[in-house]
Each structure stands twice: as C-alpha cells, then as structure tokens.
C-alpha cells in the first residue's frame, strides 16, 4: 500500500489531493505485473480497469485484418491507459501489450470514475492530458493526410533528435518498429532511411541512426505536395 501512495502522491493528477485522500484512494487501486509480450488486454473488449504505468513500458496498437501492427502510443511510467472507455463506457479501442516487464496499477472503471466525481482537482487534471491528446490525434491526422511516408519519417527523426537525450524507458527503435509507428511497412522505411543517408541528412549505422541535417529533415517534412 505504501507503494501505491508514493506513487500517487507523486503523479501530476494528485498533486493538490491531501494525503489522507490519498491514502482512501490508494485502497481502491491493486498493483499488476507483467512479463515483456504479455496482451494485457484487447482491442473490442469492455473496459474493466483503467492503468497507470509504474514501472516498464507498455505499447497500444491497432491491428489491420492483415495483422499489420499500427502503433498507437507507448506508454511510459506515469501514463495512463484505458480512461476514454472507462469514462464513455464503449470497447476498448485499442489492445495494449507489455513492450517490458511491468509494473501497472489498476483502478475498476466505476470505482475511478466515482473518485473523480469526489475530487474536481483530479478531474482538471485529466480534462488537460485529454487537451493534449486531442492535440497529438490532430497532428497524427495531419501527418496522415497531407504527409508522405519519407515526410512522415524525416518528421519523426527531427523530433526524436530535438528531444535531445531519451527520456526514461525511451530507446533506438527498429525499423520495423518505426513502420508501425508512422503507418508503413519496414522496407519503405527502409528504402527512406537509406536515401536520407545518401543526402547526408542522417548517418545510418548497424542500430543506429544518428541526424547530421536537422534543418533539411525539417524542411523537407514541411514541404508540401507530392515528393
């Protein structure tokens, strides 16, 4: 229990909650762990629970008829997954996997919606991180729409490298796991990163892909019409 707290009384959503509130809080919530592959839970299925990452990433996908993976988010410590169901009561919409080993803390839908209800603060708190996603839905549609693939990699790459160092739980990604982000398959990513390479935007190693041109994966991201 004492784990569930800290946690809690150290997550953005909580900050104005006093402890004892806190402490009635935590004792509606159970910890769950997971191996790395483990489906946590699947798209089209009720929601039954709303998760916070604790420790270990874990990665929300789509999956094509075809069985072609569109990543959809990975989630990092403090994240939260599963609310938009818990709080419209429709399916879930997307299937969730541990990309790690993971640590997640589980609240029942009705129990996490009834705290709401008891602490406005918290309630504020969630309106803000769904402002931001509606903002990245939008940009995500943007770069789907008025994008090409190379475009939508050269956007991908510049953002990545003006993050600067990677945040906790970030990493190299693969090809392939870079193809499911933006929507493609690996061999166009593929075929991308090597002609990103030849332009001398980028350096393209065993594993790693390291940005020389930042000014010239940025323009040509924001160029318009066909490439």
């Not at 006093?18 to 299925?45: F, N, Y």
Request: neutral net charge; aromatic residues 6%.
């Amino acid at each position: 229990m004492d784990t569930i707290e800290t946690f809690l009384a150290h997550h953005p959503y909580f900050q104005d909650v006093g402890k004892e509130e806190i402490a009635r809080i935590a004792r509606l919530a159970t910890i769950r762990q997971a191996v790395a592959g483990e489906v946590l839970a699947l798209e089209g299925d009720p929601c039954r629970a709303v998760y916070f990452v604790m420790r270990g990433r874990v990665r929300a996908f789509k999956l094509s008829p075809q069985g072609r993976e569109q990543i959809i988010n990975d989630l990092l410590p403090g994240q939260i997954f599963y609310l938009v169901p818990a709080l419209d009561g429709g399916a879930l919409p997307t299937t969730t996997r541990a990309a790690t080993r993971a640590t997640l803390l589980s609240f029942p839908c009705a129990a996490f919606v009834r705290m709401l209800d008891d602490h406005p603060t918290v309630a504020v708190q969630v309106l803000r991180e769904f402002a931001g996603r509606l903002r990245a839905l939008s940009s995500l549609v943007e770069d789907l729409s008025l994008r090409t693939v190379p475009q939508r990699l050269a956007k991908f790459l510049a953002e990545r490298a003006q993050e600067g160092a990677p945040k906790p739980g970030q990493r190299q990604l693969t090809q392939r796991e870079i193809a499911s982000q933006l929507g493609t398959v690996r061999e166009v990513i593929a075929r991308s990163l090597a002609d990103f390479d030849q332009r001398g935007w980028i350096n393209l190693q065993r594993g790693v892909i390291e940005v020389v041109d930042l000014d010239a994966l940025v323009d040509f991201a924001n160029q318009c019409g066909p490439m």
